[in-house]
């Protein structure tokens, strides 16, 4: 099947937090975009694909779904897109054209490259950027939103496991909107305390090392924490 969209006549609205995407920080934020959809109730769809490797992944994807209908006024369905696999015919088509269908599409936490080695070959980043291009409201924050751009970086394995800190691919959905750029959300993070937890856990030494190693051409968008 082809990535189609039933979002025609909607704006096109791409929201980045760079964290506490579930906080009461942010819920004017959502309300904002929500309404911008037009009158509600507006019905939405949460891509858990980044956290989907975690054991408590329906938990993360309850609280979601809870936090936009009690406090944002959105009723939100889960993808249900844990794995490459979720995406396999026949279900997957139906999966495929819900994201296509739906006004707004909201992703947050988890692992970016997590992420980016399920969504790889398959319908999900075209149907973003035609949600992008055609219209609709995509809502990226922390992990999903250092999945946007040309490159990101793989904060787990580097910040927990200890890898060389590097570039890896994104899904460069901000490319067509004229934003060449290594997304870092978590731009001030400070949770380290004594040790360097900016730039979404890199520090700056490490940032800075891997800002050499840029394309050319593609510079760093940092969002800090809580705004959007």
């Known amino acids: 099947m082809t990535a189609s969209s039933a979002a025609g006549g909607l704006p096109r609205l791409l929201t980045i937090m760079g964290s506490g995407e579930t906080a009461p920080t942010m819920i004017k934020v959502h309300r904002a975009v929500v309404e911008r959809l037009g009158p ?7 891509l858990d694909t980044p956290f989907g490797f975690q054991t408590n992944a329906p938990d993360i994807a309850a609280r979601a779904v809870d936090y936009f209908r009690d406090s944002v006024g959105a009723t939100l369905e889960v993808a249900g897109i844990r794995s ?34 399920q969504w790889r070959g398959t319908l999900v980043p075209a149907v973003l950027a ?9 809502t990226f924050a922390s992990a999903a939103a250092l999945a946007l751009g040309v490159v990101s970086v793989p ?40 040790h360097d937890t900016r730039f979404s856990y890199l520090g700056e030494q490490r940032l800075a090392g891997l800002e050499e190693e840029l394309p050319e051409g593609v510079f760093v968008l940092g969002v800090d924490e809580h705004t959007a």
Do not use: C, M, Q
């Not at 509600?40 to 949460?46: A, D, K, Q, R």
């Not at 015919?89 to 936490?109: E, H, W």
């Not at 496991?161 to 750029?181: Q, S």
């Open 40 to 46: 509600g109730p507006v019905h939405g769809v949460l």
């Open 84 to 117: 490459a696999a979720d995406l396999e015919p026949p279900g997957g088509d139906a999966v495929i054209a819900r994201i296509a269908a739906a006004p707004f599409i909201f992703s947050g936490p988890g692992s970016p490259t997590y992420a980016l080695r």
């Open 130 to 138: 035609e949600k992008l291009a055609l219209g609709g409201a995509v």
């Open 155 to 194: 904060v787990y394995e580097v910040y927990k496991v200890g890898e060389d800190a590097r570039w890896v691919e994104g899904l460069d959905l901000l490319g067509a909107l004229g934003l060449h750029v290594a997304l870092i959300p978590h731009y001030d993070n400070a949770e380290g305390g004594t």
